[in-house]
Structure formats: C-alpha cells, structure tokens
C-alpha cells in the first residue's frame, strides 16, 4: 500500500513538510510506502469551469502548462492521501487550492476515482487560522467519498520558522496518532475488500434551489 502527500507549503521544507513527515513516520513503520509531491512552490492556473473534464472522460485537465494531470494520476494510484497545507490569512495557500480545484474535479467528474480512498488532512500554523483551514481541506475528502481517519485532536501543528513544529509537543502527538490510525484504516480497508461488499455507487443528483 501506498499514500501520496501533497505538500501545499512555499517552502520545501517547512513546517507542513514537517507535519507530513511525522505522519510518514507511522505510516512507514506499518509497511506502508509513502511519496510526498511538493506543489506549493509552482505556479498552477485556477480552474476555469470549463467542464471538459467531465465531457472528455479521460481523467485530465484541458489547462497546459504544468504538471497537474501527472499528480492527479499519482494520487489515482495511491491507497491513500494526505493533504498539507500552510495557513495564509485563515485559509489555504493559493497554489495548493487551484491544484484541489483542479484535481479533485477531475476525479468527480471521472467516475469518483478517488472513491472510497483513505484521505487525511493536516495543517501547519503560526497563530490562528488552523481549523478553517482544516476544514477547508476535508471538504474536499468529503467531496470525493473518501474515508478519513482522525486523530486524538484536529490535524494542527504550530510553528513559524521551519522546524518550529517539531517543538509543539501536542501537534507532533496528533500527527504521529492520525499516521497510527491512518495505517489502521488503511489495513482494514484492504482486508474488508474480499469479504465485504463495496456499496454501488450513485450517480450524482444536481439539483438548484433557483425556481
């Protein structure tokens, strides 16, 4: 088994990154392969609502230029992902959300390929700010039927110049729990597989309260 990071931090090396290795660390001792992709430093477009995802079936974004339809089928391999992103005024980093957008569309509009995956998130802040991020990122979890573990307290470790985090003794605590029951699910996911059944997948009511 594997799970694929994406590390929505500017910085390669801080305190997301941090965070997400903590996590790795447990991941790791339970056998599981992880691989963490750095996109917050890159310039990726927004999405544009062209739909063409949807229309094209081919699990890619029309938008050239960078290497989001590359991630996108990393992740699509992967058993599990994990989410990181740094607080920028209250709320995701902008790079790491146009990738979000972008990704988890595609995934939707391609038979929910991300369906039923094990998805965390983490979130890595000097101040404030912490949970409306966290929740920002599992709406996207939530979006994609995904399973996610939790942990003994929200996924938020704080810390301001890299390598800070390390010293928030109970967020490097929540991290190393969520990777612990992060594996857990994992292994009863794939153990469930042979004897429980998968229930069917709906296809999506779109529905407008405008009359």
């Known amino acids: 088994?594997?799970?694929?990071?994406?590390?929505?931090?500017?910085?390669?090396?801080?305190?997301?990154?941090?965070?997400i290795n903590i996590v790795f660390n447990e991941l790791e001792k339970e056998g599981i392969e992880t691989e963490m992709i750095h996109v917050g430093h890159k310039a990726i477009s927004s999405c544009i609502a062209c739909g063409m995802c949807a229309k094209n079936q081919?699990?890619?974004?029309?938008?050239?230029?960078?290497?989001?339809?590359?991630?996108?089928q990393k992740m699509?391999?992967?058993?599990?992902?994990?989410?990181?992103?740094?607080?920028?005024?209250?709320?995701?980093?902008?790079n790491l959300k146009?990738?979000?957008?972008?990704?988890?569309?595609v995934a939707g509009a391609n038979k929910s390929?991300?369906?039923?995956?094990?998805?965390?998130?983490?979130?890595?802040v000097r101040r404030s700010?912490?949970?409306?991020?966290?929740?920002?990122?599992?709406?996207?979890?939530?979006?994609c039927e995904m399973l996610i573990p939790t942990s003994c307290y929200w996924n938020v470790i704080h810390g301001t110049k890299p390598g800070d985090a390390?010293?928030?003794?109970?967020?490097?605590?929540?991290?190393?729990?969520?990777?612990?029951?992060?594996a857990w699910l994992m292994k009863l996911v794939e153990?469930?597989?042979?004897?429980?059944?998968?229930?069917?997948?709906?296809?999506?009511?779109?529905?407008?309260f405008i009359r």
């Open 1 to 19: 088994m594997k799970v694929v990071a994406i590390n929505g931090s500017p910085h390669k090396k801080g305190n997301t990154y941090h965070a």
């Open 58 to 72: 081919d699990e890619k974004c029309i938008i050239k230029g960078d290497d989001v339809n590359y991630w996108i």
């Open 76 to 94: 699509k391999e992967a058993d599990g992902i994990l989410l990181g992103s740094p607080v920028h005024y209250a709320s995701l980093g902008g």
């Open 98 to 105: 146009s990738f979000l957008d972008r990704a988890f569309y």
């Open 113 to 124: 390929f991300f369906r039923h995956k094990v998805g965390a998130s983490v979130v890595a």
């Open 129 to 143: 700010g912490g949970l409306p991020t966290f929740n920002e990122l599992n709406n996207y979890l939530s979006y």
């Open 166 to 182: 390390l010293e928030d003794k109970e967020g490097v605590q929540i991290m190393r729990v969520l990777g612990k029951n992060m």
């Open 191 to 208: 153990a469930g597989k042979s004897t429980v059944k998968e229930p069917e997948k709906e296809e999506k009511e779109w529905t407008s």
